[in-house]
C-alpha cells in the first residue's frame, strides 16, 4: 500500500494511490495540534491497511537533511503547538516497516506536476503556491532543489509596488513577498478575504506586481521553463495573464520564455497537487 500525507497550514490530507501518483482514495480534514492531526491520519490509514511507504508533504520550514539533528521535524513556526514536533517520528511509531520519505509541500507539488501535470516533460520548473502563506518548491535537472534548509521562496525582499504604505503582515520580516501577497495578507491590507474579491479589484493588479518581482528573482537564479503557481488565491480570474504581463515587462527581453505561453501557467494538478506529490515522494 502507497500512502501520503500532505500537511498544510490549514488543512490536511491523506491518500492512498497508485504506480503513478494517482489518488485511489483521500480524506481532507482541518490541520489542528499536531498528534490529533497525525492521529487522525494514522488511523484512517490503519483502517486500509499498513502501508509500505509512506511520503509526507509538510508546510514548513522542516527539517529535510537527513542526516541532522532536526530531520523530521517541524521547526520554528507561528503555527501553535507544532515548532520541534517530529512528524518522521510519530508515523514511524505508529508504522515501524513503512519507509516514510519527508519534503516540503511545495516541493512535493513541483515534484507532481513535473511528473503528471503542468510541467509534465520537464527537468527544470518552480511550483508557486500562494495561500495562507507563500511557498515555492524547486525541481533543478530532474531532482528537487534542497540546501541547508529548503528553498523559502515567500520570504524574498521585493521591491514595492509605487505608493504602496502598507506594513506587511509576516511576524518575521514584516513586508518580504509573504507579508505583502499571502492570503492573510491581502485580507488585512483589503479589508475583504481574497475569495470575496471580484476579478476587476486593484488587489489583482498588486498581486500580480509582487508576485512578478518574486518570479523575476527565481529566472535569474534557477532559471525554470516553466513557473507553476497554485494555491486558493490564485483560483482567482485573470489573474495568471496578470502576472505574465507584468513580468514580461520587468524582464525586458532578458529572460525570453523556453515554451509557448509565457513563464506562468495555472496548476495541471488543481489542489491535488500536493498529495500526488507526496505519492509520488513515497514511490521515489
Known amino acids: 500500500m502507497i500512502a ?21 482514495e483521500e480524506f481532507r480534514f482541518p490541520t489542528t495540534l499536531p498528534e490529533e492531526t497525525l492521529g487522525v491520519a494514522i488511523d ?36 501553535a503547538g ?20 519527508l519534503d516540503t509541500d511545495v516541493n512535493a507539488a513541483a ?27 524547486i525541481l533543478s535537472g530532474g531532482r528537487l532543489v534542497h540546501g541547508a534548509l529548503h528553498p523559502e521562496f515567500g520570504h524574498l525582499k521585493v521591491p514595492r509596488m509605487p505608493g504602496d504604505e502598507f506594513p506587511g503582515v509576516c511576524p518575521f520580516h514584516g513586508d518580504c513577498l509573504e507579508g505583502l501577497a499571502s492570503g492573510p495578507s491581502i485580507a488585512a491590507r483589503w479589508g475583504t478575504p481574497a475569495h470575496e474579491l471580484p476579478a476587476d479589484h486593484p488587489a489583482w493588479d498588486t498581486q500580480a506586481w509582487y508576485l512578478a518581482h518574486g518570479i523575476l ?12 503557481v497554485g ?3 490564485c483560483q482567482a480570474e485573470g489573474l495568471h495573464g496578470k502576472i505574465n504581463a507584468k513580468l514580461t515587462g520587468i524582464a525586458a527581453g532578458y529572460f525570453p520564455p523556453v515554451l509557448g505561453g509565457g513563464y506562468v501557467v495555472p496548476p495541471a494538478l488543481g489542489q491535488q497537487a500536493g498529495i500526488c506529490g507526496a505519492l509520488l515522494l513515497a514511490l521515489s
Open 111 to 137: 515534484l507532481a506536476e513535473a511528473g503528471i501535470g503542468a510541467g509534465a516533460g520537464l527537468q527544470d520548473i518552480a511550483y508557486i503556491t500562494i495561500g495562507t502563506g507563500i511557498g515555492g518548491g
Open 44 to 79: 484512517w490509514l490503519r483502517e486500509r491497511g499498513q502501508p509500505a511507504s509512506i511520503g509526507v508533504a509538510a508546510f514548513g520550514p522542516i527539517g529535510i537533511v537527513s542526516n541532522r539533528e532536526n530531520y523530521g521535524k517541524i521547526l520554528e513556526t507561528t503555527k
Open 217 to 228: 528573482a527565481l529566472l535569474a537564479i534557477v532559471s525554470p521553463s516553466r513557473v507553476i
Open 4 to 24: 501520503g500525507i500532505e500537511l498544510g497550514g490549514t488543512k490536511t490530507v491523506v491518500a492512498i494511490g497508485s504506480a503513478e501518483g494517482r489518488v485511489i
Open 82 to 101: 507544532w515548532a520541534g514536533f517530529s512528524l518522521v517520528g510519530c508515523l514511524a511509531s505508529a508504522f515501524p516497516n513503512a519507509r516514510i520519505v
Open 231 to 233: 494555491g486558493g488565491v
